[in-house]
């Protein structure tokens, strides 16, 4: 059964600081990429962060270039999101998503708020 469960979420002031977890279960981790999402209230769900499973290269949104990181631990199966400077815009709910490109395989897990407040 594959699991993907989000944590660290919750309420923070302008500039403050969360990390993030995502613990993976049920499909081998260190073959795929990793993603975070986000979604804020009447938005469209919009991709923040990637790390990949070879090279674990990673790739940033344009607005938290700098502020957030992304980064993985294969032996543990899960994948964090560091997010420092946080700014009002950053509020919303966090997805993580793990994604298989040459199986064409995607799973989702169940999303952790994150609310930023000024």
């Known amino acids: 059964q594959v699991q993907l469960v989000e944590s660290g979420g919750g309420l923070v002031q302008v500039g403050g600081s969360l990390r993030l977890s995502c613990a993976a279960s049920?499909?081998?981790?260190?073959?795929?990429?990793m993603k975070w999402y986000r979604q804020a209230p009447g938005k469209e769900r919009e991709l923040v962060a990637i790390?990949?499973?070879?090279?674990?290269?990673?790739n940033y949104a344009d607005s938290v270039k700098g502020r957030f990181t992304i980064s993985r631990d294969n032996g543990k199966n899960t994948v964090y999101l560091q997010m420092n400077s946080l700014k009002p815009e950053d509020t919303g709910v966090y997805y993580c998503?793990?994604?298989?490109?040459?199986?064409?395989?995607?799973?989702w897990g169940q999303g952790t708020q994150v609310t930023v407040s000024s």
């Open positions: 998503n793990a994604e298989q490109i040459v199986f064409g395989v995607n799973y």
């Open positions: 049920g499909f081998t981790f260190s073959s795929y990429d």
């Open positions: 790390i990949r499973s070879a090279g674990r290269s990673t």
